[in-house]
């Protein structure tokens, strides 16, 4: 069925280091992979999204890599800082149809 | 650029009653969609629009319903609510279909069913 894991659920990381969230689909058709990042009493804004002819995609302190063969892809953010303090959402796309989120990962930066 | 607008951000009604709920996609976007967000279900895909057809629809039921105008506004209607029906509502809108292009949130509309 249509479905993407999303791990952790919760992660709390010292300021400075870095964080990883991973997910993994089932759609092999899947194509497109965004990542939101939701703040308290907002809606999810996309930070940074890939395709599938793309392995890495980077912006600044924040990259996704994509293994499409194992069907998952993964959020880096490196040098972390408490305003990074947010909800975590993966997305995949189910054919051309819709997109299917994660259950969402609650990061918590601390100074 | 005005991003994404949703009235009103917050509701409370009584179960039984009917709702509806309104969306302003970014300027030039044509196609919405609708989410409802709840901490055990997280985002769950309600239906999408483009150029006032919908598109698709997921698994709610039909007392949830949807329209898109020529100026591709968009509401959302829930009947006869119900009390699992209190979540966050969330309109996103996306240039084209959204499998060609990023979805944008707008705040969303808390709604509480009592």
């Known amino acids: 069925g249509e479905n993407v894991e999303q791990h952790p659920s919760t992660l709390s990381v010292q300021e400075g280091d870095s964080a990883v969230i991973k997910c993994t689909y089932s759609d092999s058709a899947s194509n497109y992979f965004p990542w939101y990042k939701q703040e308290l009493g907002k809606g999810p804004q996309l930070i940074i999204d890939i395709r599938s002819n793309v392995g890495e995609k980077k912006d600044q302190r924040i990259a996704v890599t994509l293994n499409k063969t194992a069907k998952h892809f993964s959020l880096h953010i490196t040098e972390t800082q408490p305003e990074d303090s947010a909800v975590y959402f993966c997305a995949a796309s189910m054919g051309t149809d819709k997109l299917i989120f994660g259950t969402g990962t609650r990061l918590q930066v601390f100074p | 650029k005005a991003g994404v607008t949703q009235t009103p951000r917050y509701l409370i009604k009584t179960r039984g009653q009917q709702v509806t709920l309104s969306c302003s996609p970014i300027s030039g976007h044509r196609s919405v969609s609708w989410y409802q967000q709840t901490p055990g279900q997280g985002l769950q895909f309600l239906f999408e629009?483009?150029?006032?057809?919908?598109?698709n629809k997921g698994n709610f039921p039909g007392r949830f319903s949807g329209r898109q105008f020529s100026n591709s506004r968009s509401e959302m209607n829930v009947s006869t609510l119900e009390l699992g029906d209190s979540a966050l509502y969330l309109c996103?809108?996306?240039?084209?279909?959204?499998?060609?292009?990023?979805?944008?949130f707008g705040n969303g509309t808390r709604l509480t069913v009592t």
């Open positions: 629009y483009f150029s006032e057809t919908q598109r």
């Open positions: 996103a809108s996306s240039f084209d279909a959204w499998g060609n292009s990023p979805l944008h």
